[in-house]
């Protein structure tokens, strides 16, 4: 008689490729937002800490993480004297890793 596989939370796994997620309409990652809304103006505010831009009236509202924003962000657990956070995956960065060096450089 053969062993059926165990199914539950303890069930081994094994490696997968690391792929980025599928697209979902209606957003776009940091490395073509940028250049592939037309006159998008970007704006930060200080009091919530966050990056949003707007293409004027009756347009687009976008939100976002820039560089301004994650080095606001990594302040506050540096003054803390904690070592580090927590960050969604970074597949929307800019091919040239605008993001993650901005995340990089604030957590030194």
């Given at each position: 008689m053969r062993r059926q596989p165990t199914r539950d939370l303890r069930s081994p796994s094994s490696p997968t490729a690391p792929t980025a997620p599928p697209?979902?309409?209606?957003?776009?990652?940091?490395?073509?937002l940028l250049t592939s809304v037309?006159?998008?103006t970007v704006y930060h505010n200080q009091q919530s800490v966050a990056t949003y831009g707007y293409t004027g009236?009756?347009?687009?509202?976008?939100?976002?993480?820039?560089?301004?924003?994650i080095g606001q962000k990594t302040a506050y657990p540096r003054s803390k004297g904690l070592l580090g956070g927590m960050i969604w995956e970074m597949s929307g960065d800019a091919p040239n890793g605008t993001l993650i060096t901005a995340l990089d450089n604030g957590l030194k």
């Open positions: 697209p979902i309409p209606g957003t776009r990652g940091y490395g073509n037309p006159g998008l009236a009756g347009g687009q509202w976008w939100t976002f993480d820039d560089p301004w924003s």
